[in-house]
């Protein structure tokens, strides 16, 4: 069986494709890259069998979604990708209008935990198909992926919120902001071809590691950046699934359950064996 799988289609997850990218690895699936928004949904509607999507996703539904091993996409602390853009202060948001992006579920609820749990503000959420253009605007706008690299490149640094640094502030947690996930009925008819296409995604991710140089460089073709800028980025993330990344998972999903943006509070424990040891 030949699995559809997604990727997610921003800069920040070449550390995990770059390999199959340049071809040094084959993956053993079809690959279908999307903003995650869009891949929570193909996944859910069985147009996908294994991707990565956003953790909030993941948390909602995991009933029907098994959680993969080894590998995530997350951050110490700063994350860079993931930020508010705001003339107004965090704390200062209660009842303001706060524009989000439609392509991220896992930056929007993360914000609303902060806002709510950590700072007490309840504002008024409002979807945005052209968030930077709010942004510009000078309305508070959450910001994720290249879209958010390049507010942080372009805005004040007193008007740029990193949501990662804002979590970690607070919790001491880690974030994770996307997960890779298989739908429960294709893992029940077929473990072996998900463990396969996993065990690709761990030896891509290996291979990087190793060659950091050509990551950067395509990296660079996609979206030109200041010299360095890529490797201190990619430096701040953390694409392994270990025991501080479910840590900080579990947190997340406490605080969702708190704000009532999920029903049931899931484990945190990936449900298949992994490749790496914590």
């Not at 602390?77 to 704390?91: F, G, H, K, M, T």
């Not at 947690?173 to 296409?197: K, M, N, S």
């Amino acid at each position: 069986m030949t699995l559809r799988c997604g990727r997610i289609k921003y800069t920040n997850d070449l550390p995990i494709y770059a390999a199959f990218d340049v071809g040094a690895i084959p993956y053993p699936g079809s690959l279908h890259a999307d903003v995650p928004a869009r891949l929570n949904a193909m996944l859910l509607e069985g147009k996908l069998d294994l991707s990565p999507i956003s953790a909030y996703t993941w948390a909602a539904n995991f009933r029907e979604l098994v959680l993969l091993p080894d590998l995530c996409i997350g951050a110490r602390d700063e994350v860079v990708s993931v930020v508010l853009v705001s003339p107004i202060a965090p704390a200062l948001l209660d009842r303001a209008q706060v524009f989000v992006t439609e392509e991220s579920a896992s930056g929007r609820h993360l914000l609303r935990v902060i806002l709510e749990r950590r700072y007490g503000v309840h504002p008024e959420y409002v979807d945005s198909p052209r968030p930077l253009e709010r942004a510009l605007a000078g309305e508070p706008t959450l910001l994720i992926g290249d879209a958010a690299i390049d507010a942080i490149l372009r805005f004040p640094p007193d008007l740029v919120y990193d949501l990662g640094t804002l979590w970690h502030e607070w919790t001491g947690h880690q974030t994770v902001f996307a997960v890779w996930a298989a739908r429960r009925d294709v893992y029940e008819r077929d473990a072996a071809a998900i463990g396969a296409c996993m065990h690709a995604l761990t030896d891509a991710y290996t291979w990087s590691r190793a060659h950091g140089a050509q990551v950067v460089e395509l990296a660079q073709r996609a979206i030109a950046r200041p010299p360095g800028f890529y490797e201190t980025y990619y430096g701040k993330l953390n694409f392994m699934l270990h025991v501080a990344a479910q840590n900080g998972l579990a947190a997340y999903c406490r605080h969702l359950l708190e704000i009532g943006a999920i029903a049931a509070f899931p484990s945190a424990l990936p449900e298949l064996t992994g490749a790496f040891a914590d």
